[in-house]
């Protein structure tokens, strides 16, 4: 079996995929493991150029990204899964839907419909990130086993940082520290993405920002425009990535998202193709 992305799995029943935003790895949703591993399968699998995965031998557009992880799922066998994305896995997320491979959707805080203003200031908010955490690289696992270390890692991303876990905070360290894609997929996966089709997704999909969201600024909502079969509900007090920030919540509406893709149709679903 050849994967092209590093992969934590874990979990019987349901196929549920998590996406990591920009700047993490799979260990952002530590917060949330251990109840979806008691009740789905789960995919979390480390975006390109993250964590363990290597960078794509293409530029990491959305639409490469979302092949990549295509692919890997056709590898290990799985079909069509539930997605729980938060900022750009959240963007493919909604791209693995419009393809069809998304039984349900949770995004939250998806990127893609800024405005150029507002892809302006998220891009340097990532950028100062970046460069900041790159220079702290070194101190980050010491930092990351104290709250307060936590709380100054995570500021940025976490309405109540001091609720992270240490897992949490040294993914930054495999994230924005040393993440050999990130400019690229800043670039090409974020500030030039423009989705299209996405009036042909036709599963359950929950629109979720946080109400202290201070990165994706307005954009969420705009996708209730284009997504017939989307709801918006907002995460009150939560961060960018409120993992840790409102567990419960989110919990809440993944059990919400998979429950009603039980009631569609079979006939809706596209069986599993393997690549060739």
């Given amino acids: ?71 890997d799922l056709d590898e290990l066998g799985v079909g069509q899964v539930h997605v729980l994305g938060n900022s750009i896995g959240a963007r493919v997320a909604l791209e693995l839907a419009v393809r069809g491979r998304a039984r349900s959707v949770v995004a939250i805080s998806p990127s893609g419909l800024n405005t150029p203003p507002e892809r302006l200031h998220q891009g340097l908010l990532m950028s ?92 969420t909502p705009r996708y209730l425009a284009a997504i017939p079969t989307a709801r918006f509900v907002p995460l009150v007090g939560a961060g960018h990535a409120p993992q840790s920030d409102t567990p419960e919540p989110i919990l809440r509406l993944v059990a919400q998202a998979t429950t009603a893709a039980r009631h569609i149709p079979a006939a809706r679903h596209i069986p599993l193709q393997r690549s060739a």
């Fill in 128 to 219: 100062v990130d970046r460069l900041a955490l790159r220079g702290l690289r070194p101190v980050i696992p010491l930092a990351a086993r104290t709250v307060l270390g936590r709380s100054l890692l995570l500021a940025g991303l976490r309405s109540t940082p001091w609720l992270a876990g240490e897992d949490e905070a040294r993914a930054l360290r495999s994230g924005f520290a040393d993440a050999d894609g990130f400019w690229d997929m800043l670039w090409w996966g974020i500030l030039t993405d423009v989705p299209t089709g996405l009036d042909r997704i036709d599963c359950p999909v929950v629109l979720a920002q946080g109400t202290r969201d201070l990165v994706a600024v307005a954009q």
């Fill in 1 to 71: 079996m050849t994967l092209q992305l590093s992969w934590d799995c874990a979990g019987t029943g349901e196929p549920l995929l998590l996406l990591h935003g920009i700047g993490s790895t799979h260990d952002d949703f530590s917060a949330l493991r251990p109840r979806l591993d008691a009740e789905y399968r789960v995919l979390a699998p480390d975006l390109p150029g993250h964590g363990r995965s290597p960078v794509l031998p293409v530029r990491p557009t959305i639409a490469a990204i979302t092949a990549a992880v295509t692919a």
